[in-house]
């Protein structure tokens, strides 16, 4: 992989180059790394393995190494060996006690039924004479699952001549049938053999491991799915795609304000909470008692007929109080317009967090935000005018139907023959507040009803309706330039994106290649 496009055909100079980059990463020393040097090798007579060749365990160190190396060996050796995929090849001297085999003892503890451990006697024909290695390649020795495999491996001398493999191979096979006490095992012995047994045990546990594959190949694809999903799409490079890409961004922040007001999100059922409870009670904690006390009255009563006495009734007095009580109604219409518009501006900022592709793009977040606060704000402008039109509507013009009533009340508990000056006791001016009292209930009944509607159609209706109506005729006279600062993307983001969707199309062409032999099995 250091030298990715070079390609080599004479395994001298392979030999050479991984002598090199073991010197170029260790040193020159006796030190070991592990940084592994990977070698792909491509030839129609080798079988389809990857082998990882790992370092010799060692029993102590020599000069020129730390130590800590016997246990760093061992750590690097178990990182490999640990893992349930991985075949152990657990290569032993024949001309060494087995009992004392590092290399098996290590294998029994990451590999107790030993499943995946094949043992490997290598070094036979350097054995004492009249000694042999018979017995532990039948397994009667030392038993394994699989059975041993004997190799003879080119001498130091060999290698140093240069004797290719193909003679190393042909001389290992003339060994094994030409030796009188492995003749009989000749045709499970040697190299060639151990990779085609190897080879056919790597099939036979790619097969058993398909099912497993699949599902965890299904779910890393729907993982990266789900993330690509979450950082959304790359943003397009022409200015129409772009101007597209933030109004479609915008629509789903509106659909999901919309959903919130319309209650298939929550949020939008404070509204009414406003209108059946705040408003009612801030009303009903509106108190008329100083308007309407015997002093007020007798004060706006006489005020109000100026030099003359009023003749029948103090028609600009009952006028005078009931405008003093109505007024006093525009604080809670007032409060119910700002109540829903915090209402309004709270469920813009859950709609923009619930807004994925916004968190994609900070600067078209905050853009949104401002442009949808600032609708909010005109539309509460708006419908405060209207509001408190109701209530100024209700104080410049009085029901009549309502005093009409109070001529025959006067007559039927009055007493007409009684001196002007007498209908300003006590008794008079409290029948007068009693009266004023029960029109202002009338028109608090009314506005009740009214001011909610007047709230619902300047506010919720229009935020409904046109949220972001001036923010999309601000963005058709935006140049190029403007809308790439909307689209400011992370840059990691999108490089992250970039490096999923090709995980992506590995792991998708990954599964339609293990589905399609999964199916021809």
């Known amino acids: 992989m250091h030298q990715p496009r070079k390609r080599y055909t004479d395994f001298a100079a392979v030999r050479k180059e991984i002598a090199d980059e073991t010197d170029r990463e260790t040193g020159r020393s006796k030190q070991i790394s592990p940084v592994p040097i990977h070698l792909s090798i491509y030839s129609p007579y080798v079988v389809n393995l990857t082998l990882i060749d790992l370092p010799g365990l060692t029993k102590v160190a020599v000069e020129g190494q730390p130590d800590s190396i016997v246990q760093d060996i061992e750590n690097m050796v178990r990182s490999y060996i640990e893992k349930p995929n991985c075949i152990i090849l657990a290569v032993s001297p024949a001309n060494q006690d087995l009992a004392t085999s590092d290399a098996i003892k290590i294998s029994r503890e990451v590999d107790p039924k030993g499943e995946r451990t094949f043992g490997v006697l290598t070094k036979i024909d350097l054995m004492d004479k009249g000694t042999d290695a018979v017995d532990i390649l039948e397994g009667r020795s030392y038993r394994l699952q699989h059975p041993w495999v004997g190799v003879v491996n080119r001498s130091q001398q060999d290698i140093n001549k240069n004797v290719d493999m193909i003679a190393a191979r042909r001389r290992e096979r003339d060994y094994f049938s030409s030796t009188p006490e492995y003749k009989h095992l000749a045709p499970r012995m040697g190299s060639e053999y151990l990779a085609k047994m190897l080879s056919k045990h790597l099939e036979q546990v790619i097969k058993s491991r398909i099912p497993g594959i699949q599902s965890l190949i299904t779910k890393t694809i729907a993982e990266l799915e789900t993330e690509l999903n979450r950082l959304g799409k790359p943003i397009a490079n022409d200015a129409g795609g772009k101007l597209y890409t933030i109004m479609e961004i915008c629509r789903m922040f509106d659909g999901i304000y919309k959903e919130h007001l319309d209650g298939v999100r929550p949020g939008g059922e404070k509204v009414y909470h406003v209108f059946d409870n705040q408003f009612p009670v801030a009303i009903k904690r509106l ?11 007798r004060k706006l009563i006489t005020e109000a007929d100026g030099y003359q006495p009023h003749l029948i009734a103090p028609e600009q007095g009952y006028r005078r109080l009931i405008e003093s009580c109505l007024v006093s109604i525009r604080g809670p219409a007032e409060a119910a317009v700002d109540a829903v518009h915090a209402i309004l501006k709270d469920l813009v900022r859950k709609a923009i967090s619930e807004t994925h592709e916004l968190k994609q793009f900070p600067t078209l977040r905050v853009e949104v935000s401002n442009a949808a606060f600032e609708s909010l704000d005109k539309m509460r402008d708006e419908s405060k005018k209207n509001t408190l039109k109701l209530v100024d509507m209700e104080c410049s013009y009085l029901t009549v139907d309502f005093f009409r009533k109070l001529p025959q ?38 506005l009740r009803n009214s001011i909610p509607k007047s709230i619902v159609y300047c506010q919720v209706r229009e935020a409904k309706r046109s949220l972001l109506d001036h923010f999309f005729t601000e963005l058709g006279a935006r140049e190029m330039k403007q809308l790439s600062k909307l689209l400011d993307e992370d840059p990691a983001v999108m490089e992250r994106r970039t490096n999923l969707a090709k995980r992506l199309e590995l792991y998708r062409s990954a599964q339609a290649e293990i589905d399609a032999v999964a199916w021809s099995k």
């Open 287 to 297: 108190q008329f008692d100083k308007q309407l006390s015997m002093e007020n009255v």
């Open 409 to 446: 009340d006067v007559e039927k508990g009055g007493n007409p023959s009684h001196s002007i000056f007498d209908r300003y006791n006590d008794s008079y001016l409290r029948r007068i507040g009693q009266t004023v009292l029960s029109y202002v209930n009338m028109v608090c009944a009314t």
